[in-house]
């Protein structure tokens, strides 16, 4: 059984990711945590948490904190504290202001649960990912990001549609940055199992439109309702699923690659990863030319805005 904490747990995705996870067999314990100050709203969260579990006859335990020493024996850490963008910004444009908190409680994670699970959701996620790897002092295996796997899941529920077909019959997805510059693998989407290629309707398929609708799928959202939850919570649940029944599934999402793909790296970004109880093992894949373009392009951006807060950090410190 384990102990699953999530870091802003009183926000809009951090709220709804709580209810979601609750869901996964394996938790036993749920803390929302949370900066000194929002104690009544993560009480009146974890009370309303209770009554869910009564609902449905659960017999998990709910907990709330603001004290980091609460921290330790979490096996997964969620993070999901953070500005988020608001309608005409770019995720972009959070990096600095984001990277401030996510280093301080990435430090806050690695001195009190140095063993756990670090999934970070905050954005620009890949760069925040980046941060929290460097000053949580954690290993790369142990720190993730929610990555492209979002991404890949509009993707995949658009090819369905296109194809109509059963959504669980799409493989596909996007790699690279959580972002304009994501890269959609075409040469890796298969639909019941044969390549997307070799469908007659393929040469129709709409694919500018399709990657169109996911890249502004975010920003579609937050200019209606204000920010994007449901989505982003349900992502985040499957990934947790995944890590704690060991379930080794493949899933893209941010973490530090070397040289796996065609030899570029050195980078936190979304790429496949095989998930377990270790956390990320990354996938080393050959992809197209025209895709190995695009995720150099994509790299050699989130490379240098890592860099650059970083940098930025470093002088501060
Ligand atoms: N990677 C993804 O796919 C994805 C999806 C959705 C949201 N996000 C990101 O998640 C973050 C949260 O989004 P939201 O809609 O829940 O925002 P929100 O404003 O509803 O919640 C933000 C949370 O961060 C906490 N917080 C704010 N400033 C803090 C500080 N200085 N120190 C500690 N905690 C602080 C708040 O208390 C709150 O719990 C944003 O950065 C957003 O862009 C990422
Ligand atoms: O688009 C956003 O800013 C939120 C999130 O990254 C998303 O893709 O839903």
Redesign the pocket.
């Known amino acids: 059984m384990a102990k699953v904490a999530i870091?802003?747990?009183?926000?809009?995705?951090?709220r709804y990711t709580a209810h979601a996870v609750s869901y996964i067999p394996h938790v036993s314990e749920l803390l929302l945590f949370?900066?000194p100050g929002?104690e009544e709203v993560l009480h009146g969260l974890a009370c309303d948490l209770h009554d869910s579990f009564a609902a449905r006859g659960s017999q998990s335990d709910v907990k709330f904190s603001c004290t980091p020493k609460d921290l330790e024996g979490s096996d997964i850490i969620i993070v999901?504290?953070?500005?988020?963008?608001k309608e005409g910004q770019n995720?972009i444009d959070?990096a600095h202001e984001?990277a401030r908190?996510i280093s301080?409680?990435a430090a806050m994670v690695g001195w009190y649960a140095p063993n756990a699970i670090l999934f970070i959701?905050?954005?620009p996620?890949d760069v925040m990912t980046a941060v929290a790897l460097k000053y949580s002092g954690m290993k790369p295996n142990q720190v993730i990001?929610?990555g492209t796997h979002?991404d890949s899941m509009r993707l995949k529920w658009n090819i369905a549609k296109y194809f109509d077909v059963h959504v669980s019959e799409v493989h596909t997805r996007i790699i690279g940055e959580?972002g304009d510059s994501m890269v959609p693998l075409w040469s890796a989407t298969t639909i019941g199992g044969i390549s997307i290629q070799n469908l007659p309707k393929f040469k129709d398929l709409p694919e500018e439109q399709i990657m169109h609708n996911v890249m502004n799928a975010?920003s579609a959202i937050i200019r209606r309702i204000g920010?994007?939850?449901y989505g982003?919570g349900d992502?985040i649940a499957t990934i947790v699923s995944t890590i704690l029944g060991n379930e080794k599934r493949i899933l893209t999402v941010s973490t530090f690659i070397s040289s796996e793909i065609h030899n570029i790296g050195d980078v936190c970004i979304g790429t496949p990863v095989r998930l377990d109880r270790n956390g990320a093992t990354t996938l080393t894949i050959t992809i197209s030319e025209h895709e190995v373009e695009g995720f150099r392009k994509s790299v050699d951006k989130i490379r240098a805005i890592t860099q650059e807060v970083i940098e930025r950090l470093d002088e501060s410190c």
């Open positions: 870091i802003g747990a009183s926000g809009n995705v951090g949370g900066r929002r999901t504290s953070g500005v988020p963008r995720r959070l984001n908190m301080e409680i959701v905050s954005n996620v990001g929610l979002l959580h975010g920010s994007t939850i982003p992502a």
